[in-house]
Nanobody, 122 residues
Framework: QVQVLESGGGLVQAGGSLRLTCAAS????????MGWFRQAPGKEREFVAA???????YYAESVKTRFIISRDSVKNTVYLQLNTLKPDDTAVYFC????????????????WGQGTAVTVSS
């Protein structure tokens, strides 16, 4: 069965970095849209970054120059490098997979991980 599992969250000071990992099983990451979303307390889940089956990457404007999404097809794993972190980046980060063309809405994704928490202190 399909399973995606996130890891790598934690507590970091403003300006610091983290690398989040999404390990997939039961499906190949290079055949799906692989996306990262985040949800802060009291806020709706929002798009952060994605990589398509062709390798094209997509970013939210707020993270465009700070975050990097990458994919390792051999390891069947997706990463999100978080740089120059700000307190506003504090949220639970989710990995998700969609079978189809690129979409930005959380409801368009078929499979979800459990989430990993990122807290950025000032």
């Amino acid at each position: 069965q399909v399973q995606v599992l996130e890891s790598g969250g934690g507590l970091v000071q403003a300006g610091g970095s983290l690398r989040l990992t999404c390990a997939a099983s039961g499906m190949a990451v290079n055949y799906y849209i692989m996306g990262w979303f985040r949800q802060a307390p009291g806020k709706e889940r929002e798009f952060v970054a994605a990589v398509g089956w062709s390798g094209t990457t997509y970013y939210a404007e707020s993270v465009k120059t700070r975050f990097i999404i990458s994919r390792d097809s051999v390891k069947n794993t997706v990463y999100l490098q978080l740089n120059t972190l700000k307190p506003d980046d504090t949220a639970v980060y989710f990995c998700a997979a969609r079978y189809g063309t690129m979409r930005y809405g959380p409801s368009e994704y078929n499979y979800w991980g459990q989430g990993t928490a990122v807290t950025v202190s000032s």
